[in-house]
């Protein structure tokens, strides 16, 4: 039903692992192995931090190992990238409850919208009800935009007046939800980081309404990132995380970047998990994340 993640990882594959492939493909580990390594590596938008972590690892395990050939050092890279894809605790979003709310946030542009339409999509045909609520209220278009992803996912929306109180859509979304016996609401957000208007602050607000309507919600608090946008996108995400309780990553754009590398500093240094992919522009480019197939895409031939 859904995209392959190996599609969306072509990018990445062929601009940086196949490179990593290539270069510990064969012969002996030498300096020179270590530097195009490292340098692989931070091109693939793995950090700094987490890059120099995995590289002093395997600096450790080649000496205590006593591995000689570039391809165990390959097999050895592989375990440790596994290794920081660590479980996650349980996804709230499939457990079974009368109804689950979920929360999600991201700046714009950062593909929030289209991923709502295909979480609607998704769930929907795993037989959830599912209702969105339209809380970015800040512009009329960020409405409109979502009402024709709601109709393409074809459930309903719940939406105010342009200008409107968030907190207020969120509660009306909840309402609806518990009055037409809807299990699933999404509510999105509004996503502007660098004007006066205090996103924080209204994250907030929407965050206390559905705590206080919903017993433990809300139940994720899912955050969209660009992939393209790579360090960037961990920026503005420690930036949400001081504010709402994110429980999860949507890591939108997958299929057109190559940095598909971030993935692991959003587990090592953000310590969230990231739930699903975006694939492609479409309703069903999305993606639940598996770490076993990450892996496996990435460095296949
Ligand atoms: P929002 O402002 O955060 O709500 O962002 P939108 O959902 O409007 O998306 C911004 C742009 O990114 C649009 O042109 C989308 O088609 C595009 N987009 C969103 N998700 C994906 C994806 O997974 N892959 C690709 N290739 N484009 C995407």
């Given amino acids: ?33 270590w530097e195009d390594l490292e340098a692989l590596l931070i091109q693939a938008d793995m950090g700094i931090a987490t890059t120099m972590d995995l590289i002093e690892t395997l600096h450790k395990r080649v000496d205590t190992e006593g591995m000689h050939s570039s391809d165990q050092l390959l097999q050895a890279l592989k375990e440790e990238m596994r290794g920081i894809l660590t479980d996650s605790p349980d996804f709230q979003l499939e457990e079974s409850r009368q ?44 409405i409109d935009q979502l009402r024709i992803w709601s109709e393409r996912a074809d459930v309903p929306l719940i939406a105010g007046q342009p200008g409107g ?77 001081e504010s709402v309780n994110v429980t999860g990553v949507v890591l939108a754009k997958l299929d057109s970047t190559s940095k598909g590398g971030m993935v692991f500093p959003i587990y090592r240094e953000l310590g969230l998990p990231v739930r699903f992919i975006g694939t492609g522009e479409g309703l069903e480019d999305l993606a639940p994340f598996d770490a076993d197939l990450f892996i496996d895409s990435l460095f296949e031939a």
């Fill in 1 to 33: 039903m859904f995209k392959d993640i190996r599609d969306s990882l072509s990018r990445t594959r062929r601009s940086v692992f196949g490179q990593i492939v290539n270069v510990l493909g064969m012969g002996e580990i030498d300096d020179e192995t």
């Fill in 99 to 142: 109804l689950t709310v979920v929360m999600v946030v991201g700046v714009n542009g950062s593909g929030k919208t289209t991923s709502i339409g295909k979480l609607a999509h998704y769930y929907t045909k795993l037989n959830r009800k599912v209702i969105i609520a339209a809380g970015d209220t800040f512009r009329a278009a960020a």
């Fill in 165 to 241: 109180d968030p907190a207020a859509v969120a509660y009306d979304g909840i309402r609806a939800s518990r009055a037409r016996g809807y299990d699933l609401l999404f509510i999105d957000t509004a996503g502007r980081l660098h004007t006066k208007f205090n996103l924080m602050l209204e994250l907030e607000k929407v965050y206390g309404v559905c705590r206080k309507s919903v017993h433990a919600a809300p139940h994720e608090v899912l955050l969209v990132l660009d992939a393209p946008t790579g360090q960037n996108a961990l920026t503005q995400a420690e930036k949400f995380k």
